[in-house]
């Protein structure tokens, strides 16, 4: 169960070389994409190539699907103890390999290496949370209104679930979907991002090594997901798409879910608001700002995109905001002393330079940073932009960077509807000294999560996910591991 195939991983801290499985995990064979072809990963602190993985084909696909077929009786019938004290042994060894799975990933994302070593830690708390689940996925038992019947309710595995997931927490968004899937008794395939394969790799060996056994989780990359996951779910056996990334995406892979009526879960795109009340504590408003602004360089779904400041603490806001963010050092992810990396390509790059340049153009000032500098790699610097008008595309797009966009308001009224006019609605932050207005602006806001007087609202034991078109569906917590079952009802006559 060897690959032939290996990225060798510079040592580092105590750990040896590592190699990284770079071909495709089908059943219990690493091996090449039925063409042979290959793609390229690029580091994006230097712009150069790191390795290559295997690039599957449609029939790749669906021998991906067969390997989890093949396995998907033996797993969900797999007592759930057991099932946890794997879920549970892969807790402990991605913890034991974290050092040098931060800087995997820090390499092919670009990211700090304190932002990956935190994203390990939660990714493998995922594993720690769903074991602790897995043993606990009740049923139901009522009697009928006419007292005729039992109505007894089971939650089934709903079945082999394609996951696929986006390049900006490579380990994370994978193991919030393995863990409550496995948990549950499915057997999953894992697509990952293209920019973000190696991770992926290197979490399905970690699991292997722990015991879950072949054809449970199985991963592919490919160049062309378009075609691949359309011909998987239009095939017939795919039971649940788990889907991470952006709107544009997820609206797309609702309609080809459609064919097959396969159930979907969708984490997608946010535009989140970052609400400060007169009243806030401002030095903690500014550490929570920092935190939702530049945690991993502003490439979060749950990124503050937007700072809506009261009048009143406006200046004191934005100036302790510009010196905060000036403090921070861009540089490769890798080295211990970045505090923002790399972008994961030249395209965010320039998006954040039409944004910025579209901000401007309508009036908005550059207190900080405002153009990428001439180095090799994909850099863009933290960057203040105050008085930002209404209009201004940085106000309605994901910006995915480390820019913030500052606005500011008079009244709450006013505040709840700035900060409910996007078409998205993950995640809303608030700072307010009066726990009551917090809360009765957290119900007005149109968010599926809300911080209040927090800049962080990851957390395994609570559900993520959002609503209008930030997504459909719930990850984490006891919610999540409902996702991947199926309510079956039985009615017993008495
Ligand atoms: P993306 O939508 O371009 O790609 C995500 C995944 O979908 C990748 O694996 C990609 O290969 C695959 N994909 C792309 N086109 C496809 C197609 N036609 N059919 C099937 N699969 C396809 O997103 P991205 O650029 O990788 O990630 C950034 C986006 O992800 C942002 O919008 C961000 O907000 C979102 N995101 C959301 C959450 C959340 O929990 N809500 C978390 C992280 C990222």
New binding site residues.
């Given amino acids: 169960m060897k690959s032939s195939n290996n990225y060798l991983l510079p040592a580092c801290s105590a750990n040896p070389v590592r190699e990284i499985p770079t071909d495709l995990l089908i059943g219990e064979q690493w091996r090449a994409g039925a063409e042979g072809r290959r793609i390229d990963v690029i580091n994006p602190s230097t712009g150069e190539l790191l390795t290559s993985v295997a690039d599957a084909t449609i029939k790749d696909g669906i021998q991906a699907i067969d390997a989890a077929a093949q396995a998907a009786t033996g797993w969900a019938a797999t007592p759930p103890r057991k099932r946890a004290e794997l879920l549970r042994t892969c807790f402990e060894r991605m913890v034991a390999h974290s050092e040098w799975l931060a800087q995997l990933i820090s390499l092919e994302n670009g990211k700090a290496l304190a932002d990956a070593k935190s994203e390990v830690l939660y990714a493998a708390e995922f594993f720690r949370w769903y074991a602790e689940e897995a043993v606990r996925l009740e049923g139901e038992v009522s009697v009928s209104p006419s007292g005729a019947n039992r109505i007894v309710v089971m939650y089934q595995p709903i079945g082999i679930a394609l996951l696929?997931?986006?390049?900006?927490?490579p380990a994370a968004?994978a193991t919030r979907k393995i863990a409550p899937a496995l948990a549950a008794g499915c057997t999953c395939i894992l697509?990952?991002?293209?920019e973000t394969p190696l991770t992926a790799y290197a979490v399905a060996q970690i699991m292997l090594e722990a015991g879950i056994p072949p054809g449970v989780v199985n991963v592919i990359t490919t160049s062309d997901?378009?075609a691949v996951?359309k011909a998987m779910l239009h095939e017939g056996r795919i039971r649940k798409l788990s889907?991470?990334?952006?709107?544009?995406?997820g609206r797309?892979?609702l309609r080809e879910a459609a064919d097959t009526v396969v159930n979907s879960s969708m984490?997608?795109?946010?535009n989140a608001p970052f609400l400060v009340f007169e009243d806030a504590n401002i030095e903690e408003a500014i550490a929570g700002a920092m935190i939702a602004k530049m945690r991993n360089g502003g490439e979060?779904?749950t990124a503050a995109n937007r700072f809506y400041i009261q009048r009143g603490v406006y200046e004191q806001f934005t100036k302790q905001l510009v010196a905060r963010m000036g403090a921070v050092k861009l540089g490769e992810g890798c080295s211990p002393e970045t505090g923002c990396g790399a972008l994961i390509n030249r395209a965010a790059v320039e998006k954040i330079e039409l944004l910025v340049a579209d901000a401007v153009k309508r009036g908005a000032r550059v207190l900080l940073g405002g153009s990428a500098p001439t180095r090799p790699g994909f850099f863009y610097p933290p960057t203040v932009l105050a008085d930002v008008p209404a209009g201004a595309e940085i106000l309605k797009q994901?910006i995915?960077g480390p820019v913030a966009a500052l606005v500011p308001f008079d009244s709450i009224d006013e505040a709840v509807q700035l900060a409910n006019d996007t078409e998205y609605g993950?995640v809303s932050y608030i700072y307010t000294g009066d726990l009551k207005t917090g809360l009765r602006i957290s119900e007005r806001l149109e968010s599926g999560m809300i911080a209040l007087n927090r800049g962080l609202v990851s957390d395994a034991a609570a559900p993520?996910g959002?609503v209008k078109q930030?997504?459909l569906g719930r990850e984490g917590s006891h919610h999540g591991i409902r996702e991947f079952t199926e309510a079956k009802y039985i009615a017993v006559e008495w």
């Fill in positions: 696929i997931t986006p390049w900006n927490f968004m697509k990952p991002a293209e997901p378009a996951v889907f991470t990334g952006s709107t544009e995406v797309l892979l984490e997608l795109g946010g979060a779904c994901e995915f993950l993520f959002g930030s997504g």
